[in-house]
Structure formats: structure tokens, C-alpha cells
């Protein structure tokens, strides 16, 4: 594997390349809202109109499945940015990747990248500034933790009395595994979105080693990835509806 472009800022480790392909995450996305919005056409829609206006109704059902939809309406477009990022982000380490070969003590913007640390005279770093943004750990915790704080704020604040209430429930004893519970949600949102892009971007690089008689598998694989980024993307999105559901809408208001 490939070194990351890491430095140190008073005690905390920044990853450049993941900075670098939030930003390049967030410009594409931008770029498709605006394009799907910027001549909006009832008689004559665009190719990306028809598209977006596809996965807003998509979005919907997720909603919906969730819960009902008149409560779910102000988190339709936390799912459609939601969707949208993760699997943009899923795919950016597909087509290719951007490595180069630094030497020793390279610095950028002043700080040494820690790869390059120490290095000996002629030997150089691999460093992998290219990836999918949600196959650093970092990133989908990022996204899991802003979905823990927003589900239970949302709880306190729109159903405060049944949402501390279920902390008890069935009995005072179940407490701390109720606890536990809601902490293990965004853990297991960050773990599962991370490890399947990983692997598979580990798995491409697998495949390169194999020259030429990789290809066949690399084109596969490719194909496959784009599922599984799209699914990954449904899945960390419904989650995230699910969980807000639980915590905003009182049971005896679901049925």
C-alpha cells in the first residue's frame, strides 16, 4: 500500500489527500445541482433535470419508507446530499489514482509530510494523493457524526418526553445497553461505509499487480464497484432516516 500525505499541525495528524478529495467531492456535486437547476423546463427538461428530479423521487421513498412522508418532508434534502456525496465520493478512486515519489523531508505549505520523514539519502516515498474520499476512516466517521449529534437533537428537541423515555425501556435496568445502542449506530454507519470502499480500492490495487492478465478482472471489478458504491450510498441514506425516524416520530404516531 501507498503512503498518505500526512502532516503533523501542532498534534494533529492532517491527511491532505482527504482534504483535497472533499473538496473535489464537494465541486462535482455542486457542479450537478447547479447544471440539473440552472434552465429548469416542464415542457423541455434537460437529460440532468430529469435525472435529479429521478433522484429526488427516489429520495422520497427512501423518506417514506421511513417514515411519514408529511414528517419526513424537511429531511428530503439531507437524503438527497446525503446520496448524492457519499456516492460521488464512492467512485472517485474508479478511474485512476495519483501517486508520486517524494524525497526525503518534503514539505508542503511548511510542515515535512510524515512519510518523507527521515528518509535516507536517494530513497523516496510512494504517496497516494488520489482516492476515494470514503475510504479514509476519517471521512465517514466525519459523516456518521454529524448524523448521531443531528438524530438526537432532532429527538430532544421534537419529542423530547418519548425520546428519553425509551432510554428506560422496557425497564430502568436496560440503560446502559439502550446507551449503548445509540452509540453503536454511527460506529457501524462509518465502519460499514469505510471498509467496503476500502477493500475494494485494496482490491483494485491487487489486481494492477497482475499486469495484463489482470485487465479482464480490473474491468469487472470496476463495474462491480460502481454497485457497491451506489448501494453503500443507499444504505448509509436510508440509516440515516431510519435513525431520525426512531428518535423524532413517537411509535403509537407510526402506525
Avoid at 90 to 106: E, K, S
Amino acid at each position: 500500500m501507498h503512503d498518505s500525505p500526512i502532516i503533523d499541525l501542532g498534534g494533529f495528524r492532517l491527511d491532505l489527500s482527504a482534504v483535497i478529495m472533499l473538496l473535489v467531492t464537494c465541486i462535482i456535486v455542486f457542479v450537478m445541482a447547479r447544471l440539473a437547476v440552472r434552465n429548469l423546463s416542464v415542457e423541455n427538461p434537460s437529460k440532468m433535470q430529469n435525472f435529479m428530479e429521478w433522484v429526488v423521487e427516489f429520495v422520497q421513498g427512501i423518506v417514506a419508507s421511513a417514515m411519514d412522508l408529511k414528517k419526513g418532508k424537511p429531511y428530503i434534502s439531507l437524503g438527497l446530499t446525503l446520496i448524492i456525496f457519499i456516492f460521488v465520493a464512492n467512485l472517485l478512486g474508479l478511474p485512476f489514482a495519483v501517486i508520486t515519489d517524494l524525497p526525503a523531508d518534503f514539505e508542503v505549505f511548511g510542515h515535512t509530510i510524515e512519510a518523507t520523514r527521515g528518509l535516507h539519502d536517494g530513497h523516496m516515498a510512494h504517496v497516494l494523493w488520489w482516492k476515494s474520499p470514503t475510504a479514509d476512516i476519517s471521512i465517514t466517521a466525519g459523516l456518521a457524526i454529524v448524523v448521531f449529534f443531528l438524530m438526537n437533537y432532532l429527538g430532544l428537541k421534537l419529542n423530547r418526553k418519548h425520546y428519553l423515555k425509551h432510554y428506560i425501556e422496557p425497564f430502568p435496568v436496560f440503560l446502559p445497553l439502550n446507551i449503548i445502542e445509540n452509540l453503536a449506530k454511527p460506529v457501524a454507519l462509518a465502519i460499514r461505509l469505510f471498509a467496503n470502499i476500502f477493500a475494494g480500492e485494496v482490491l483494485i490495487t491487487v489486481i494492477l499487480k497482475m499486469g495484463f492478465l489482470g485487465i479482464p478482472f480490473l474491468a469487472v471489478w470496476q463495474g462491480f464497484s460502481i454497485f457497491i458504491g451506489a448501494l453503500q450510498a443507499f444504505i448509509f441514506t436510508i440509516l440515516t432516516m431510519v435513525y431520525i425516524a426512531q428518535t423524532t416520530v413517537h411509535e403509537e404516531e407510526a402506525h
